[in-house]
């Protein structure tokens, strides 16, 4: 029988976000930090030059991307070669002709890897992602699927949002473009990048937007009033040029009479009433410009609807794009524009957390103690600890085998940062019960993980079940091999694809997830042991994680995907 979970797991969830971000703010010395990263850079370059030696276009595209990214801070000139090596194999299958290419396996998994590519270069030179883009844009002689399309459009959107810092005008070229095939609620959002720095462009394109809307059927509800709904909330004067907010506002005013929504509310709503009631939610948008229009629809207000809503809204929609696009100063910039208190306390938290992302622990410091945010934990007691650990170790025997070893390890892993010592019983009990389970699937994921476990709390037993581990996955993997197009495609090209697919490719996934804890464990002993994989691409892309993870910083606490149950 299930028993549900220790309430020492329920401790965990409790404290979830204060342990993530105290993991993240531990380091280690500046300099052993800087020496750690010097060896991730000589991986790196070791591994460029070994890109050469792969017979798959897809390995050299995907590790080759991987790469130039991470190497570019270090080594710009090498990383824009690489990536310009990425979109030639990239281009060999997305402009190749005939057959059935634009439907294929292969052809979807390169417009990914054109997608992910195009990202980590946008981060570091905006004009020659959208050089890249144009530059690998799918070519066929058949229609491509729907699907490709809507990618290729939002792809295009994503990075004119980042060329619109430094190039607004071809990000407004770009957004016509993908106004031409449909309404999306991105050019929304390019709109607001574009206002923030070219007011009169922003204007342009926001005339050619109420243009293309008197066509559009709004009672749609997506893409068009969603499109709608967000235009008129988002892109508001000052920002939007007055007569033109106007003229959407008359759109949305018109349909809403058109359809009815002048009349009383029907005592059982019909066909049109679900646009009324959209209609209902932007009337305090639309009182400020049409306000006699606005009285004949006012019984469709909501009961709860604020007035003070325009401003606030407008204000997340800028703090949203900034905080996937903009910089930790352009986000502390908008306290400026909103005085609000509780979204200042808003703009603190996500610029608290940008800095994280961007590994920049310090800064995430100042600004929580510039603003009264508390973001180190609170130890828990130790008597609740005890009391906790009691309970636990009453409940295991109750539990299925799967979920003792599950609770064991997130309490030890969870006791990592305060106390250590008991944080091993517990990885040492989890560790019993692992190699006391049936030889499989199962017990070789769960190793894994615990070998994951002992590196987070700096143990030596971590690599000494790797070490016992590595053989298995050298056989799973040939077997794998062996059974390509039976079990599933694990090879392309003769060598074996990243895609994850299959039991063997998730066993490697959940290893490369867990990069970080062996890298930040002992590197140079990480490194050795992808010396073990057989298969060259294998190791390559084992070596290249550990590097990245280096890079990006100490692990965040327990909660990495590495750990998903």
């Given at each position: 029988?299930?028993?549900?979970?220790?309430?020492?797991?329920?401790?965990?969830?409790?404290?979830?976000?204060?342990?993530?971000?105290?993991?993240?703010?531990?380091?280690?010395?500046?300099?052993?930090?800087?020496?750690?990263?010097?060896?991730?850079?000589?991986?790196?370059?070791?591994?460029?030059?070994?890109?050469?030696?792969?017979?798959?276009?897809?390995?050299?595209?995907?590790?080759?991307?991987?790469?130039?990214?991470?190497?570019?801070?270090?080594?710009?000139?090498?990383?824009?070669?690489?990536?310009?090596?990425?979109?030639?194999?990239?281009?060999?299958?997305?402009?190749?002709?005939?057959?059935?290419?634009?439907?294929?396996?292969?052809?979807?998994?390169?417009?990914?890897?054109?997608?992910?590519?195009?990202?980590?270069?946008?981060?570091?030179?905006?004009?020659?992602?959208?050089?890249?883009?144009?530059?690998?844009?799918?070519?066929?002689?058949?229609?491509?699927?729907?699907?490709?399309?809507e990618m290729e459009q939002s792809l295009k959107l994503r990075v004119a949002r980042r060329v619109a810092t430094r190039n607004p005008e071809v990000a407004v070229k770009l957004a016509r473009q993908a106004l031409e095939s449909r309404l999306s609620s991105e050019i929304v959002t390019l709109l607001l990048r574009v206002s923030g720095k070219d007011k009169q462009q922003a204007q342009a394109l926001h005339r050619d937007i109420v243009d293309k809307l008197r066509d559009a059927d709004i009672t749609n509800y997506y893409p068009e009033w969603d499109f709608t709904q967000n235009l008129l909330r988002h892109f508001t004067p000052p920002a939007a040029d007055d007569v033109t907010y106007r003229e959407a506002v008359n759109i949305v005013i018109?349909?809403?009479?058109?359809?009815?929504?002048?009349?009383?509310?029907?005592?059982?709503?019909?066909?049109?009433?679900?646009?009324?009631?959209?209609?209902?939610?932007?009337?305090?948008?639309?009182?400020?410009?049409?306000?006699?229009?606005?009285?004949?629809?006012?019984?469709?207000?909501?009961?709860?609807?604020?007035?003070?809503?325009?401003?606030?809204?407008?204000?997340?929609?800028?703090?949203?794009?900034?905080?996937?696009?903009?910089?930790?100063?352009?986000?502390?910039?908008?306290?400026?524009?909103?005085?609000?208190?509780?979204?200042?306390?808003?703009?603190?938290?996500?610029?608290?957390?940008?800095?994280?992302?961007?590994?920049?622990?310090?800064?995430?410091?100042?600004i929580a103690g510039d603003s009264g945010e508390q973001i180190e934990p609170n130890q828990v007691p130790v008597e609740q600890i005890e009391r906790e650990l009691a309970k636990l170790q009453k409940e295991l025997p109750d539990m299925p085998v799967r979920q003792q070893f599950l609770t064991l390890l997130g309490a030890g892993l969870f006791l990592v940062p305060q106390d250590q010592t008991t944080a091993l019983k517990l990885l040492k009990q989890a560790d019993s019960v692992v190699y006391a389970m049936e030889p499989g699937k199962d017990q070789t994921q769960y190793q894994i993980m615990l070998a994951m476990g002992y590196c987070y709390a700096q143990d030596d037993r971590g690599f000494a079940i790797m070490e016992s581990v590595l053989p298995k996955l050298n056989e799973l993997i040939a077997a794998g091999a062996k059974l390509d197009g039976y079990d599933t495609g694990y090879l392309r090209d003769g060598e074996w694809n990243m895609t994850g697919k299959g039991s063997v490719g998730n066993l490697l996934t959940r290893l490369s997830e867990g990069a970080g804890y062996f890298a930040w464990s002992d590197f140079d002993r990480a490194v050795t042991l992808t010396t073990q994989f057989e298969r060259g691409e294998i190791r390559m892309m084992a070596q290249l994680k550990l590097a990245q993870a280096i890079l990006a910083g100490r692990p965040r606490g327990i909660y990495s995907s590495a750990f998903r149950y």
């Open positions: 029988m299930n028993r549900p979970c220790s309430s020492f797991l329920a401790l965990l969830v409790t404290l979830f976000f204060s342990i993530s971000v105290v993991q993240a703010q531990q380091t280690t010395t500046k300099e052993a930090n800087a020496e750690l990263r010097e060896k991730a850079y000589k991986v790196l370059e070791s591994l460029a030059g070994q890109i050469g030696s792969l017979q798959s276009a897809e390995n050299r595209a995907r590790i080759g991307s991987n790469i130039a990214g991470s190497l570019w801070p270090h080594d710009e000139e090498r990383a824009r070669a690489l990536f310009a090596s990425v979109a030639e194999d990239i281009k060999v299958v997305l402009q190749r002709q005939g057959d059935d290419s634009p439907r294929d396996e292969t052809f979807r998994i390169f417009l990914k890897l054109r997608d992910d590519t195009i990202e980590r270069i946008a981060q570091h030179d905006p004009e020659l992602a959208l050089s890249f883009l144009q530059k690998t844009e799918p070519v066929s002689d058949k229609p491509l699927p729907r699907e490709a399309l018109n349909r809403a009479l058109a359809e009815g929504c002048s009349k009383p509310k029907p005592a059982e709503y019909n066909q049109h009433s679900s646009f009324c009631i959209y209609v209902g939610g932007l009337l305090p948008y639309i009182e400020r410009y049409s306000p006699a229009q606005a009285g004949r629809l006012k019984h469709w207000m909501p009961e709860q609807q604020l007035r003070g809503s325009i401003d606030i809204n407008q204000a997340y929609a800028e703090l949203n794009e900034l905080s996937e696009n903009g910089t930790v100063d352009e986000m502390l910039a908008l306290r400026s524009k909103y005085p609000d208190p509780e979204f200042q306390r808003e703009i603190h938290r996500r610029a608290i957390h940008k800095a994280e992302q961007l590994g920049d622990p310090e800064r995430a410091r100042k």
